[in-house]
């Protein structure tokens, strides 16, 4: 269960080498967190992040989990709900991809629909039965500033993250009432690994500054977290530019 402050004391990570869930694990931890899965195809990074966390003195396990296996979800995560209350599942997972490439490339570019969309679509009900079952915990979908309008440089990553932000509102509403609490994070440009080597936007954030944002949107219990807060403002301004400027626009 959670603290008085809204800090859970079990986490589900899936995606467990993202960057911006392993810092928002760490924040947890600092807090009040105890036990941690970390979901995600089995690799030394898979490992590595586990014995981090352990070293921070939370007990940590990972679990065999790949996001293009919709039909494996509900066994394999099932399997970490029976082991006792789950009090956050952060959901992380993510694929970037190439645009240039992936527009030329049709497979590709459903690789990336499928790992953004529909594989979250799989997990996240899966993990929102189990919550209401247990009845309490929260569910956090990282989407994506990308999600308020497709841009040219991206619109398959963007409309695939507008595609998975959607589901999760959606979701929240289902679920209100049931004592699940549901945040989607649409960060901006977050300076990654997988971003490296690509233009920098105005407004960039780091998985901390992410990571914090997180911490204070569960203690809210909002429904809906911007990182960093002014590109509310910047995208309720986007969303009205008139399509054929916005095409003129470096974005």
């Known amino acids: 269960m959670k603290d008085a402050f809204g800090t859970p004391q079990s986490l589900l990570i899936l995606g467990g080498t993202s960057e911006i869930a392993l810092a928002t694990a760490r924040r947890l931890i600092a807090r009040r967190t105890r036990t941690v899965w970390l979901a995600g195809r089995p690799s030394p990074d898979l490992e590595k992040a586990a014995a981090h966390l352990r070293g921070l003195g939370a007990e940590t396990h990972t679990v065999a989990f790949d996001a293009l296996a919709p039909d494996s979800h509900e066994t394999i995560l099932g399997k970490v709900f ?12 993510g694929m970037l991809g190439d645009q240039a490439h992936d527009e030329r490339d049709p497979v590709a570019a459903v690789r990336v629909a499928q790992t ?12 929102a039965r189990a ?9 956090v979908v990282l989407s994506s500033v990308a999600a308020e309008r497709a841009r040219r440089s ?85 969303r009205h530019v008139p399509r054929p400027l916005f095409r003129r626009l470096p974005l």
Not at 82 to 93: K, N, Q, R, S, Y
Not at 116 to 127: D, H, W
Not at 171 to 189: E, I, Q, S, Y
């Open 131 to 139: 919550l209401q079952a247990q009845g309490h915990g929260s569910l």
């Open 82 to 93: 029976v082991e006792g209350d789950i009090d956050m599942v952060l959901l992380a997972f």
């Open 154 to 238: 991206n619109f398959i990553y963007g409309s695939a993250k507008a595609g998975l932000d959607a589901f999760t509102q959606g979701l929240g509403d289902a679920l209100h009432g049931t004592g699940v609490h549901v945040m989607v994070v649409r960060p901006g440009f977050v300076r990654t690994s997988m971003t490296a080597g690509r233009p920098e936007m105005p407004l960039a954030t780091t998985p901390e500054a992410v990571a914090t944002a997180i911490e204070l949107g569960l203690r809210r219990r909002s429904e809906t977290v911007w990182v960093p807060g002014a590109l509310r403002l910047v995208m309720t301004a986007l």
């Open 116 to 127: 953004n969309y529909t594989g979250a679509v799989s997990a996240g009900l899966v993990c």
